[in-house]
């Protein structure tokens, strides 16, 4: 069979042969790293399921549930409904602002009854699938051109400064960084690049006046110098690095975490929670999850690697950067090594939102693998 005969094969799978090309490891991987996050929240409720592991994992179910639903539709139906994701996500946003739940010092929630829905967390996902559309259809030669990159400029911005203004901090730098990369892996020249890291450290002093919140300048203030108020706004870092440190080599031991048992990790439960995992496992314990979350990445590299369309490796790298960002922000920001900006180390930390999105982004994943014999057109021919 020639290769456009197989891929043609391709396009007609049944839903047996989908289920049969899912990768099963990857999914087993991620249920690993999720079970330490139960782990960690039966941990630091002392030893009880309630109120966060019980929850967590019903979460887990849903979103593995939503993992292979998305894993087994045809990843032209996520190229056709990329720009509508993206404009309902924005809505969301702005709906935020207007009449969106404060919790925490912060506006981010959209409350539905019981439920509530932090539309940044959909955004994350809409933004790569809409950029990787519109990329899609260009030639690496256009990407660079001034006209041509103004528009996932903008798609970039709009979203980026909604959540600014949330404010979440954190999921901005995740929006940016995640546009930021797909243009450069669509090809965008490093004329365009070296100017725009330049614009972005002029950039930080106009920031620093009209547009970081005051918490925020005290979370960089106390990152340069968290002992200066090490009882005040440099507790949480100050705690985390303690319960990190006390861990040592090999860890106290699994549920005799001293500092989340005594309150004195911050936000234990969510941005914080390798903190206690770092205490209970030591070093050698988060060398080992580190390797397992390295792992993951790489899955995702080689399905990006393996798609015969120029969507899906954007989307596939997309999702993968985009769980990568996770990763690297929480990790250094409990080990003080960035001010504190509030993101969830990714099935581990507690949320329904951030656990539901994250599954449904390894889920387009998937489906980029289970149809990464699809061609689509580089026009809109293609597109279903």
Known sequence: MTIRAYAAAKRTLTVADKLYEVNWGLVALITLIACVGFAMLYSVAGASFSPWAGKQMAYFAVGLVLLVAAALTDIRFWMSIAYPA????????????????????????????????????????SLILALARFLHGLSVEDVSRPVKLLIPLVMIAMPAFLVLKQPNLGTTIIL???????????????????????????????????????????????????????????????????????GGLTGKGYLQGSQSRLNFLPEKHSDFIITNFGEEFGFVGSIALLLLFAIVIGYGVQIAMSARSQFGRLVAMGLTLNFFFYILINGAMVMGLIPVVGIPMPL???????????????GILMSVHVHRQVEIPRHSGGII
């Open 86 to 125: 993206y404009a309902v996500s924005l809505v969301l946003l702005v709906a935020v602002l207007a009449v969106g739940h404060t919790a925490l010092g912060a506006q981010r929630w959209l409350s539905f009854g019981p439920l509530e829905l932090q539309p940044s967390e959909l955004m994350k996902i």
């Open 176 to 246: 940016v960084a995640d546009g930021v990369s797909l243009l450069f892996l669509a090809g965008l020249s490093w004329w365009w690049i070296a100017p725009a890291v330049g614009a972005v450290a002029g950039a930080v002093p106009v920031a620093w006046r009209f547009f970081l919140h005051d918490y925020q300048k005290a979370r960089v203030m106390t990152f340069l110098d968290p002992e200066s108020d090490a009882l005040g706004a440099g507790w949480n870092i100050t705690q985390a690095k303690i319960a990190i440190g006390s």
């Open 348 to 362: 581990v930390s507690y949320g329904g939102t951030a656990m539901l999105s994250v599954m449904f982004g390894f």
